[in-house]
């Protein structure tokens, strides 16, 4: 008989003790976005550290192929927290396409985690959603690390070049920023993607060569 597979969070406890302290002391009135929840561990325990019911309690964008049957399991783990699955807006599709419906939308977010694809591409292109985020927000991205250089140069260039962004105290693997006021423009452009662009075989290499 196959024993049945465990999901679980992919972050330390560490991790999501960090995200459900932050989401209950900063209680957000405003939006909360998480874009990649794999099986939608960590998403459960910040929607039950909400100090106060948000409708939706949470928007997902996840394209939902990291493994078969994504959204059931997602959906399940909801309701095995007490959460009902539908009171979470997933929006299933690729975060690039999501960013654009939204931006075009009106979106805007008190609370974001990003922790999708961590190909520097892809993670610079996902800081474009911090365009949507609200001054005395806070933008979290997992996977800060040596071993995922494509989150770490995407960060530090970000950081480089707004400084209406601060970094907060976090833990080991999640770098937190909060957004101290509006941008003058948007925070991630053509230069940038094509700078994100550049690295990306390099950073290809450099990972098979490991
Ligand atoms: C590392 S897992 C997320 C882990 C989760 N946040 C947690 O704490 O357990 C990455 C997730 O991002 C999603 N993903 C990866 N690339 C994506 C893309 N381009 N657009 C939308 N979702 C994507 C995958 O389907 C997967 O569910």
């Not at 997902?60 to 095995?80: A, C, H, I, K």
């Not at 929006?91 to 977010?109: I, T």
């Not at 995922?148 to 080991?172: A, I």
Request: net charge neutral; proline share 6%; aromatic share 8%.
């Amino acid at each position: 008989m196959t024993a049945p597979t465990v999901y679980r969070s992919e972050m330390t406890e560490a991790q999501v003790e960090y995200l459900t302290d932050l989401v209950a002391s900063e209680d957000f009135a405003g939006a909360h976005l998480e874009v990649g929840t794999a099986s939608g561990m960590t998403l459960a325990r910040m929607i039950r550290a909400l100090p106060a019911p948000h409708d939706p309690a949470f928007v997902v964008v996840d394209n939902m192929r990291y493994f078969p049957d994504q959204m059931d399991t997602v959906r399940g783990n909801l309701e095995s927290h007490g959460i009902d699955p539908d009171r979470v807006e997933f929006r299933v599709g690729d975060s690039g396409d999501a960013f654009e419906a939204a931006a075009r939308a009106g979106d805007s977010f008190d609370f974001m985690v990003i922790d999708a694809s961590h190909r520097i591409r892809k993670v610079t292109g996902d800081l474009r959603w911090t365009r949507l985020l609200n001054p005395g927000g806070v933008v979290c991205l997992h996977d800060y690390h040596p071993s995922f250089p494509g989150v770490v140069k995407s960060v530090h260039r970000f950081l480089r070049r707004h400084s209406s962004y601060e970094r907060m105290p976090s833990v080991d693997g999640l770098v937190a920023l909060r957004k101290t006021g509006p941008s003058r423009r948007p925070e991630i452009s053509w230069v940038d993607r094509a700078w994100a662009a550049g690295w990306h075989v390099p950073l290809t290499i450099a990972r098979r060569a490991n």
